[in-house]
């Protein structure tokens, strides 16, 4: 099998960031940005929102619990499982296991994630763990 040209390699890097929104964000980092200077361009980044998710889709949000002595990620980064009146299940890439969130403890929207969009935005350091007190 022939081995691809560097015009061809160079052509697929761009096409791997096409509609990325993420991408260009990450290119500006330095490495000592905070959680909260991280989240803020992310929410300024991820315009589509949505009051209820959609199961398999990706997201982040601004989460505050009202159980306290709860130890919680304030941003999480979650692949949604299963939708409930109550709110959803879902796997939160920051804190892991399945986790559960109500309605209620969302502050604001949930911003949706694209697939292709996944990888960049794990690979920003924006889990923030607190303790509910």
Do not use: C
Not at 8 to 13: D, F, M, P, S
Not at 22 to 50: H, K
Not at 53 to 78: A, M, Q, W
Request: glycine residues 6%; without cysteine; proline residues 8%.
């Amino acid at each position: 099998m022939p081995r691809k040209t560097l015009q061809q390699r160079q052509n697929k890097n761009t096409e791997d960031t096409k509609g990325n929104r993420i991408a260009p964000f990450l290119d500006t980092l330095r490495g000592t940005e905070n959680p909260d200077d991280i989240m803020v361009t992310l929410l300024e980044i991820l315009t589509e929102t949505s009051l209820v998710p959609e199961v398999g889709g990706y997201y982040t949000f601004i989460y505050s619990p009202k159980t306290p002595n709860t130890r919680y990620d304030e941003y999480p980064l979650v692949e949604i499982t299963t939708i409930f009146r109550w709110g959803f299940k879902g796997i939160n890439y920051h804190h892991p296991g399945p986790r559960q969130y109500t309605w209620e403890e969302i502050v604001g929207s949930l911003h949706k994630i694209y697939p292709d969009e996944f990888k960049s935005v794990s690979a920003l350091a924006f889990k923030k763990i607190r303790l509910n007190s």
